[in-house]
């Protein structure tokens, strides 16, 4: 067996060594993917043909999507969808917190009425749970916040529930808590218990271990769930219509086309109101998630790869082997 | 010695459930004093130091830390168990460092370092910054201030654990295992750092398996098995003529 002579031993450090030739350069021809490409063909001469049929057909009612789109009665209903969304999620996210701890303590009483919670919020439709807060204030005069089954925390007068608007927020927040215990639970479980221990050892109360230490470190395991959610809640909110509430952006639009006759442009407006949200949020999530993964995974290049010259030289050597073998 | 000791176990006893894991153990080190613990796994070393700093409740007998009694108050002939805030007190004082290092690793070292003295001492941070990066410097990490845990060795991470203990200004420093999850090669980083620590007069209570560094650094070992202290005496003594068959049966299999 015959080896190329500078395959045969480790070599110096190429940045240094220096009077070796290089591999010859790899010249082949790249592997060719012919159905990827007679497939986006199609795919897109299909999307052209929908476009341009779409463009011509008086059912889409262009014209209609271009004068509503940002007709004032459209923008302040996609406001109040966008103030819902935020509403609502704050509140579940909250409460979302409190199921959390509760359903880790180790008081079993505490444990089983955040179980209860979870059980009945989550195991029936959020549509149903809507039209029943619509009714409440019917079925109670005097409706009270609180536990299931304890002492109320607060207690509401009817018109807090003969508003809408707060029933609507109320409605998504309760369900929206139980999925969102759920996240949170999970990341604060993800958290390992030496992290606690460290922190309580260097006499950090518990309350800055949860601040500074646990609840940092678990953030990175809820914020991705929670984007999502928040991007599913924009899209919840059009139920408030089981009420029922219809300021909202579909409500909206709904109302409007109901006088116009023209449900197709008037759904194609507030999909993209919806869309253009969605994508803000998209976005936003995207920094927030590195932001919270400072620390962790290879992807950052901290200091440690930028200033230590020997890290770089020993990727390189073998690289440098691999390509004199072939050469 | 007449001065109050660093720290006094009084026969105190723990059980897991059913699992009597520390029986009636007593010891005591007095200041600028190194106990090096050693014995097989599960005999309660690591219990033995958590009780130390109250991360773990004894079930009997009394823990003194430089005369007071660690986690209660004792009012006439009853004890009273202490408030968070005031078990945080005493922890102040004692320094902990954990066989996986423990940092946290969100922060950077020098964070990591500067977090229990700003938030628990209310030290400014520009000050806590400066005595981090003598710390960083004592231990030989003068550079890596800057660095996440995840690009440390694990050598480096633990003497950043030791730094962020020692920046609490501890007057006692818990050692469990703090070289058992490094690589050979990374030990003697992490043991010169604690020889110097102990040159320094830092008093000191290690678990470990390095029978050359407790030959070395400590002025006694205690052999630990099945909860209790089966034998203790200055490492000569104990590794050159140890009395009871437990302790020879061990030490011939780790010498
Ligand atoms: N939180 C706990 N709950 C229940 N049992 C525990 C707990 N912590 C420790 N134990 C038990 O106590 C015993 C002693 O544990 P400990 O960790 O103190 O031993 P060790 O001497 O440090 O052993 P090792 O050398 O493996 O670290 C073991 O049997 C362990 O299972
Ligand atoms: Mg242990």
Known sequence: MTLPKHAAVARPNPATGGTQAQGDAIVAVPLRHPWRISIAVVLVFLLALFIVDASQRPDYGWAEVGKYLFDRRISQAAWVTLTLTIYAMIGAIVLGLLLAIMRLSPNPVVKSIAWLYLWIFRGTPVYVQLVFWGIVALIYPVFTIGIPFMTPWITIPNDVFTNLYITAVIGLALNEAAYMSEIVRAGLLSVDEGQEEASTALAMSWGQTMRYVVVPQAMKIIIPPTGNEVISMLKTTSLVAAIPLSIDLYGVSRGISAVTFTPVPLLIVASIWYLLFTSVLMVGQHFIEKRFSRGTGRRQAGPASESDPGAAAMTAAPMGNDLGGKG | MSATPMVTADRISKSFGSNNVLRSISLEVQAGEVLCIVGPSGSGKSTFLRCINHLEKIDAGRLFVEGQLVGYRQKGDKLHELKPKEAALQRRDIGMVFQRFNLFPHMTALENIIQAPMRVKRIPKAKATLRAMELMERVGLGDKADHYPAHLSGGQQQRV?????????????????????????????????????????????????????????ADSIAFMDGGVVVEAGPPRELLGNPQQDRTKAFLSKVL
């Open chain 2, 161 to 217: 654990a030791i730094a962020r203990a020692l920046a609490m200004d501890p007057k006692l420093m818990l050692f469990d295992e703090p070289t058992s999850a490094l690589d050979p090669e990374l030990v003697g980083e992490v043991l010169d750092v604690m020889k110097e620590l102990a040159t320094s007069g830092m008093t000191m209570i290690v678990v470990t398996h390095e029978m050359g560094f407790a030959r070395e650094v």
